[in-house]
């Protein structure tokens, strides 16, 4: 298979939103927003015009709607990932949004959302560039102070509660919680931006991401009672508390299960987990999920973290109109990074190499699209390859493989965590 891939043109300058669409954008948001209630509260944006960076956290497809609700009726630039575009390039440039493959070094991109603050608008960017896994701050990149910097425009934070526990990256199904929140917030005026330090300002904008949506789901009392609430959280908490093996999680309805040494919980309408006999180790599920990175990177800091050699197979995206089909081969993730070898149908070997110091952290899907699997989505600056797994010939969990690479890359940084 010769690799003469169409590349999706990242260089196409950011398009304004088409009038006749700025209504529309509202129109197809407000339902979902004004289902869940959403109370988006402002603070000190009492006089805020575009152009700005609009900072949003991420975990579900409603923060796109809160968003285009809270800036009504102005124009903005969004930054997608390329896998949004999938059959829809020209609605979604149309609306403005601006194409990124997903922890890639991206001047083209600098270069877009300057051009989209001198036009006047709103520069939309969701920094985490992925949904968080159990509703809690993901990592952000080191360079977020420096792009607000450069842009020189105001700095608002958009950040959205219940999202989360409403429909978790883990389990789609809307669970139909209300009323959500969002805080819509001034962080930084255009003359406090130009004279702020860097590390000021990384920290001011990691101090406003921090949320966590279980705690804001027991705290408000919000009891989900969908009785499937519990399944696919074993994609998460992949690791055993009890007996510490990994791999052996399941989850069917309201229960969380080991399968090497049998312990249940139950996770509860209030979003807490509780042993079915003897201790509840983690009530709180962020617990759970830090205890885990927190054994990564035992392994990490001792030399020893590696999947060791997987088989998988690949799925390129080089362009928005389809995925095409790579090849098999083989995934090994370890203290060097990752290492992809693959071979397609004519016999031509295909290599992805993401050293460690070229990622602070990756994205990963949890049955892509329900049906495909889990997968590490790895990047290039031209191409995306969704790479999976084969469940039936090796054990592991691409959440794993998620914390091992951030705590590779901070091992490295440590100033940058």
């Known amino acids: 298979m010769k690799d003469n891939f169409e590349r999706f043109d990242m260089t196409a300058p950011p398009m304004r939103t088409k009038w006749y669409l700025r209504p529309l954008t509202y129109l197809l948001s407000a339902p979902e927003v004004k289902k869940h209630k959403c109370i988006i509260t402002k603070t000190g944006t009492e006089g805020l015009k575009p152009p700005f960076v609009l900072l949003c956290n991420h975990n579900a497809f409603m923060d796109f709607k809160v968003a285009t609700k809270a800036i ?8 997608v990932a390329i896998d949004g575009f999938i059959g829809r390039e020209k609605l979604l440039r ?7 493959r997903k922890f890639t070094n991206d001047t083209t991109l600098i270069r877009q959302l300057v051009r989209t603050v001198k036009n006047g608008d709103v520069a939309v960017i969701y920094p985490e560039a992925r949904y968080s896994l159990c509703g809690t701050t993901a990592v952000l990149p080191a360079s977020l102070g420096k792009l607000c910097k450069l842009l020189g425009v105001p700095v608002v934070t958009l950040i959205c509660h219940g999202h989360h526990v409403n429909s978790p990256f883990w389990n789609l199904h809307d669970r139909g919680v209300k009323p959500t929140e969002a805080e819509f917030s001034l962080l930084y005026s255009a003359d406090d931006i130009k004279s702020a330090a860097l590390d000021e300002i990384n920290r001011n904008i990691a101090l406003a991401f921090q949320y966590d949506d279980f705690a804001w789901q027991k705290e408000r009392g919000i009891r989900i009672t969908y009785k499937g609430r519990a ?11 009890a007996c510490k093996t990994e791999y052996k999680m399941s989850s069917e309805g309201t229960i969380l299960k080991c399968n090497a040494c049998g312990k249940e919980w139950n996770m ?6 509780e042993a079915a006999k003897g201790e509840t180790e983690f009530s709180h599920i962020p617990d759970w999920y830090e205890w885990e990175r927190s ?5 990490v800091l001792t030399g020893t973290y590696s999947t060791g050699e997987l088989p998988v197979r690949v799925d390129s995206l080089p362009n928005a109109k389809r995925f095409i089909p790579l090849g098999t081969g083989t995934m090994i993730h370890d203290m060097n990074g990752f290492r992809v070898r693959v071979t397609d149908k004519d016999g031509d070997v295909h290599e992805m190499v993401k050293t ?12 892509y699209l329900g049906k495909h699997g889990d997968c590490v989505d790895l990047n290039t600056l031209t191409d995306t390859w969704y790479t999976y797994p084969d469940p039936e010939k090796c054990e592991f969990a691409v959440t794993k493989m998620a914390l091992a690479t951030e705590e590779l890359y901070y091992a490295l940084r440590p100033s940058e965590r």
């Open 356 to 367: 460690v110091p070229s990622m602070y952290s990756c994205h990963i899907e949890y049955e």
């Open 295 to 299: 054994n990564v990177r035992a392994e």
């Open 94 to 100: 149309d609306v403005g949004c601006i194409c990124k």
């Open 268 to 273: 509860t309408e209030l979003g807490e987990l």
């Open 231 to 241: 399944e696919g959280l074993h994609k998460v908490l992949y690791q055993c508390p």
């Open 72 to 79: 009504f009726p102005w124009r903005a630039n969004y930054v």
